[in-house]
């Protein structure tokens, strides 16, 4: 598992703090980074909060923002900064007002050394526990050259050392941005960036960059900004999640299925389904999931593709009653919009269905929406298989579904993910006697023997029905059947 250290200064973002293995070393100084509006202000507001709420002594010295920007930033994630000492060098337009001219100044005609100078009073004058400098940009432009701005960050970097300060500086990254002096400097470096789609929300991600001494969790972690903070989703890594239980056969509530399955789906995996649009594969899930709701078991289902009510609505007619399983808190069901939710979010939420609200049977549906929140193929790839194995580790068993493209004949799939899952089920449409009928075929199953039969099912009121396998046909999957037996014999055996 992976090891955090609680003596550190905790940066008040739980997400966060995994990440960099407890949080910001005291007395050391670290450096923020990101481009304007990826969040660097508000995660420097909940360390400085978090400080002040654990009755340490906090200063906010800012070059950037006014202290009404700051406290109005606050207040817009329902926070106060009271608590919190704003030291503000600021623009002339500020300076109008007599009474504020003896503790306000600004920086644009000020000389580096002077500006320092009043960092350093205004340090000595709280004698802080935790500091937030915003922001270096504006001290590397009164530098005016690269040379002096290294000695002014060294110089800052061996006050601060003297201290017992957990320092916290803030760089835009709006000039000289090939410019490491404080990377070399700094004990620890973390990385904000803002992506922007094609369509849908920004994305954000941040990434850990060096921690001296510490093992951190490397790698890009999405985070997002809420009302009422940042929120940070830390890369799943399913070695870190290990859990005891007992790999039996869970049935469902198809006797026929079952004998399909060999008996049933093994606890502790991953089952694919695969077909056209149509074909039931949602209803399928459904089956596994009313039959983990009917063993005492909690269920999650996140739905990518379909509306919520409509689902329902479905299912009901089916006999299985989604909203009372909900109303019983036996089913965690989520909508799930692709273009608004990032991938370390949705991994997130299936661990909290997992670990806090005990499912066992978890449906991700469908793929295709959980490919659309991500950024490419492999990165699809990889996520999923981190995924799949931490949900396996845990004793959850998997149901994702994925919508081939075409409806007869050669269909493709988005992406390939048939070697990650432990069954890959196959659904499929043909055409027999004038009517278009379903079949269905178990064609993988790692954890046993399944049936290599090709069953004909059927949708109705008492969910989904299989048929005697359809040995009077070939080219069944393909979707060009041929006949090779007596149709009749066929339509006897599915009445």
């Not at 923002?65 to 109005?72: I, Q, Y």
């Not at 940070?232 to 399913?238: M, T, Y």
């Not at 077909?275 to 039959?291: C, D, H, I, N, Y």
């Not at 379909?306 to 299985?320: F, H, P, Q, T």
């Amino acid at each position: 598992m992976f090891q955090t250290d609680t003596g550190d200064a905790g940066t008040g973002i739980e997400g966060l703090d995994r990440i960099l293995g407890g949080g910001l070393a005291r007395g050391r100084v670290f450096l923020l980074e990101g481009n304007p509006g990826t969040g660097k202000t508000t995660v420097a507001s909940q360390f400085l909060i978090a400080g002040a709420a654990a009755g340490e002594r906090t200063l906010y010295i800012t070059l950037s923002e006014t202290e009404d920007e700051l406290r109005a930033s606050a207040a817009s994630h329902g926070w106060s900064l009271d608590g919190v000492d704003l030291f503000e060098l600021v623009p002339p337009e500020s300076l109008l007002d007599d009474d504020q001219q003896q503790s306000l100044l600004y920086s644009s005609d000020l000389e580096l050394g002077e500006t320092t100078k009043r960092i350093f009073e205004a340090f000595e004058r709280v004698k802080p526990d935790r500091v937030v400098l915003d922001s270096l940009s504006e001290i590397r432009l009164l530098a005016q050259s690269s040379l002096r701005y290294r000695r002014q960050i060294l110089a800052l970097k061996h006050y601060f050392s003297r201290q017992t300060t957990t320092v916290l500086m803030l760089d835009d990254l709006t000039t000289e941005t090939l410019d490491k002096t404080v990377h070399s400097v700094a004990h620890g470096v973390v990385r904000l960036e803002e992506l922007a789609p094609e369509y849908g929300s920004e994305r954000r991600r941040l990434r850990v960059i060096k921690y001296r001494g510490r093992r951190f969790r490397g790698g890009f972690h999405d985070f997002s900004i809420l009302e009422g903070g940042v929120r940070v989703f830390p890369r799943l890594v399913a070695a870190e999640h290990k859990k005891s239980f007992t790999r039996d056969l869970l049935p469902s509530r198809s006797p026929e299925l079952d004998a399909l399955l060999g008996g049933g789906v093994e606890r502790g995996s991953s089952v694919l389904i695969l077909g056209p649009a149509g074909t039931g594969k949602s209803l399928l899930a459904l089956t596994f999931v009313q039959a983990a709701v009917d063993r005492g078991e909690r269920a999650a289902m996140f739905v990518f593709d379909e509306e919520l009510g409509l689902l329902k609505d479905r299912a009901v007619g089916l006999g299985i009653d989604l909203q009372k399983m909900v109303d019983k808190e036996l089913l965690v069901l989520e909508q799930v919009d692709a273009a608004e939710l990032s991938p370390g979010e949705l991994s997130e939420r299936v661990r909290r269905c997992v670990e806090q609200h005990g499912a066992r049977t978890v449906v991700v549906d469908s793929l295709n929406g959980y490919q659309a929140a991500m950024p490419g193929e492999s990165a699809l790839v990889l996520h999923l298989h981190e995924l799949l194995q931490y949900l396996n580790r845990q004793g959850a068993t998997t149901f994702l579904t994925v919508a081939q493209h075409g409806l007869v004949g050669d269909m493709k799939s988005p992406v390939d993910v048939t070697y990650l899952a432990d069954t890959v089920v196959l659904l499929r449409y043909f055409e027999a006697t004038g009517r278009v009928r379903r079949a269905i075929s178990v064609v993988k199953k790692r954890s046993g023997a399944h049936e290599d039969t090709i069953r004909e099912y059927q949708i109705g009121a008492r969910g989904i029905t299989l048929g005697q396998p359809l040995d009077a046909f070939q080219g069944v999957l393909r979707g060009v059947p041929v006949l090779v037996g007596d149709t009749a014999l066929l339509d006897r055996r599915n009445a």
